[in-house]
Structure formats: structure tokens, C-alpha cells
């Protein structure tokens, strides 16, 4: 089948939805099927790029390193139609989210939604939440979910609000898949690890607490900040370890120093992909009080890297670390600190079969079997409903003619 991917995020911008995008991609072509992406123009995109449709675009508000097209969407179309795609799947609400619609419905295909951002989490970005209102985006995700044929949700927390939001179109949870090779990394040794450690000035007995991702507010890695005093005062030896780049590192490293532990925090910067999972090797323990996201793919990363997790729990989460060999979720910001000391002191040992089992579970390969069947029952659910309406309109038609001819 041929499917058209229509974003305003995609690499070279790194972001969650990106990475998810490409994954799919991949196995999709692994599959046999073609994969074509409509996104927007990148200041530091290739020239040229195989099946990469690019539509003039500006830098989102508030959002600089996103972007949002402006034009060059009749072009889109007609490329769109020579294709002669079979399904158009969205992965934005905005710019090139509405000309995936709007094509879908001209092309007469349907047009699969995933609902990638829970944006009442965002609010603040814009005009200080002034301007935008729960309320907007409550009617604003119902509007475009219900016009489109079925929506993924990437967990449970999704669902649940679409649910409250009000949308009826059908809903799938499928949460994103990862390339599981990337993160076991076999070719990773045990010097590579220590040198790592090393150059962040750690040594083999040091506690190193891993966070990484980008540094906003939303991500609450204040929240693990709070909790690193009590956790210092137990583990002496342990250290703080943020990789990521983002607007709220000035007031994390200020909340450091207030506390006093500034110098057990080391804030590491963006790293290149094929380094991450160095990062994740070397650490004791990945830590996350995050309650933004829809998914979180660090998580999966992390137990794919083989260390365990203390992270606060939701629907997803707490059935995600389902066993204590992957790690532990705590209950609120508050919990973290006394969560953390009573799972090290635990000293749980790592379980093979389990962790082989979940791996296949937050695997590309998963991922893309499940994505397949969604999109092969919501092309039968399209053509079914298609053939409903036009014998509703037909039966219509004779009605009104059956009605002139009696008179």
C-alpha cells in the first residue's frame, strides 16, 4: 500500500513525534509498502530527499524550533494524486494536519489521525495560558478527531481524553515503538561505559541518576531536583546527570545552587544520536517525574538500555514497569525521593526472560504490526461507511423522485 505521512515536524528537527514518525516509516517500507512525508521546509534539511514532500514554511509561535506551512499546499495535492495513495496518516492538528485532511477528502481515502500532544500541558507557551484555554482545545481536538476515520492514541491517558473531549471516531491505543537495536547496543563495552563515567567525573562506585530529554517546564525535572537533597543525604556518592537542551536549564541550575547541591548536577547539553545510548549504559538509574507526556519514548529507551526505572506512574507507566526488575513508578512529585532510596536499597536483580518479553512489546516491529491492522480495518470501516451513505442517498434520490412522480 502507499501511505502519505502529513507533519510540521520531521528531521532534521529532533523531537518525540519525528523520531515516531520515522520509526513507522521504516517498518512500514520493511513491509513492502511506500511511505511519502508532507512536512514543512527546514533551514537545515538536505537538499534532496527521497519521498520527503517539503511546503514553504515559518517557525511555529512560541515555538521557534517548530515550524508551520504557509503555502505550497495545491502543489502537495496534485503530487498527493499522482501518487494515488491508499491511506493519508496525520500527525498534527495544524498546518499540514488540515491538508492531510482536506487531500484525504478530495482523493475520497481515509485519513488516520494519531494524536501525538496533549496540548492543555503547553498552554503556558502561549501569551502565558491568556489566550488559549482548556476549553479551545477541548473543542478544537474534537472538531479534527471526528473528521477523521480513526485516531491512535499513544496510551491510555490519550484516550481518556479524547473520551472527555467528546470524540466518537474510533480509537486505537498504540503506543510508539522503538528500534530495540539501538539501545542494546552490544558494541558498547564495559571501558566505554567507564570512560564515559570518567570524563563526567564519576567512578565505579558513584550512583549516577540519569535524566534525559528536553528541558522545559513541562517536564517537571525540578521536581527530581527537590527530591536529590534526601536522596544525596542517603547516597553520598550519587550524582545528577541531565542530557537535553531546552529553555528551563538557567532555572534548574539556580533551584541547584539554592539547594546547595549544584555541583553533584551536571547538565550535559544536546548529544548526537549514536552517543545516547552510551548515556543510558552508563547509568545506575534513569529518572523521569514528567506528567506531559502521552507516552514517553526516553522511557522505553532507557528499559531497552537495560536500566532500571524510577519514574511517576500513570495508566501507561504503571503497566509499562509492571515488574520490579524494569523499575519502579512513584505516585507524586513528592514520592520521588523516598521511592528512589527504597528501590536502590531493594537491590532488585535484572530478570532476562521478563525484560525479553516487554522488549518485543515496545519494539518497531510490534509497532508496526499493530499499525498495519489499524490501517487495514479503518480502510474496511471507510469503504463500509462510503457504501452506507451512498445507498442512504440513494434511497434519497428515489424517494424524492417517487414523490414528483405521484404528483
Not at 294 to 320: H, K, R
Request: hydrophobic share 40%; with cysteine; net charge negative.
Amino acid at each position: 500500500m502507499k501511505f502519505g505521512f502529513f507533519t510540521d515536524t520531521y528531521f532534521p528537527q529532533v523531537s518525540g513525534v519525528a523520531t515516531s514518525i520515522k520509526t513507522l516509516k521504516e517498518e512500514l517500507e520493511q513491509k513492502g509498502h511506500e511511505v511519502y512525508i508532507f512536512t514543512t521546509t527546514d533551514p537545515n534539511a538536505k537538499e534532496f530527499e527521497e519521498d520527503v514532500i517539503r511546503m514553504p514554511s515559518v517557525p511555529f509561535v512560541s515555538f521557534k524550533d517548530r515550524r508551520i506551512v504557509v503555502r505550497g499546499m495545491w502543489y502537495a495535492y496534485l503530487i498527493a494524486k499522482e501518487l494515488d495513495l491508499d491511506l493519508i496518516h496525520t500527525h498534527t492538528e495544524f498546518g499540514a494536519g488540515l491538508l492531510g485532511k482536506m487531500v484525504g477528502k478530495k482523493l475520497k481515502i481515509p485519513v488516520i489521525h494519531t494524536y501525538h500532544t496533549m496540548y492543555e500541558d503547553y498552554l503556558h507557551y502561549i501569551a502565558n495560558g491568556k489566550v488559549v484555554r482548556p476549553t479551545h482545545v477541548k473543542y478544537f481536538s474534537r472538531f479534527f478527531a471526528n473528521h477523521t476515520t480513526g485516531v491512535v492514541c499513544p496510551s491510555e491517558r490519550v484516550i481518556d481524553k479524547l473520551k472527555e473531549y467528546g470524540v466518537t471516531s474510533p480509537m486505537r491505543i498504540i503506543p510508539t515503538g522503538i528500534d530495540i537495536q539501538k539501545f542494546e547496543r552490544p558494541d558498547i563495552t564495559i571501558q566505554m561505559k567507564k570512560a564515559l563515567r570518567k570524563e563526567l567525573g564519576l567512578t565505579d562506585d558513584s550512583l549516577m541518576l540519569l535524566s534525559l530529554s528536553r528541558i522545559s517546564y513541562e517536564k517537571n525535572i525540578q521536581a527530581i531536583v527537590t527530591g536529590l537533597p534526601t536522596i544525596f543525604e542517603r547516597f553520598p556518592n550519587a550524582r545528577f546527570v541531565i542530557v537535553g537542551d531546552g529553555p528551563y536549564v538557567g532555572k534548574l541550575r539556580c533551584l541547584g545552587e539554592e539547594l546547595g547541591i549544584g555541583d553533584k548536577i551536571q547538565f550535559i547539553g544536546e548529544v548526537p544520536n549514536d552517543q545516547v545510548a552510551i548515556y543510558y549504559k552508563a547509568a545506575d538509574y534513569f529518572v523521569s517525574a514528567s506528567t506531559s507526556e502521552t507516552q514517553g519514548l526516553t522511557y522505553t529507551e532507557a528499559m531497552a538500555s537495560g536500566v532500571p526505572c524510577i519514574v511517576e506512574g500513570n495508566a501507561y507507566l504503571n503497566n509499562l514497569f509492571d515488574h520490579e526488575s524494569l523499575g519502579r513508578t512513584f505516585k507524586t512529585d513528592a514520592d520521588f525521593a523516598s521511592t528512589f532510596i527504597e528501590y536502590v536499597e531493594a537491590e532488585i536483580p535484572s530478570n532476562e526472560a521478563i525484560l525479553k518479553e516487554k522488549l518485543y512489546e515496545i519494539s518497531a516491529t510490534h509497532f508496526g504490526n499493530v499499525m498495519v491492522e489499524f490501517y487495514e480495518d479503518m480502510i474496511k470501516y471507510y469503504d463500509q461507511r462510503t457504501l452506507e451513505k451512498d445507498t442512504a442517498a440513494s434511497i434519497e434520490r428515489i424517494k424524492v423522485k417517487f414523490t414528483s412522480l405521484r404528483k
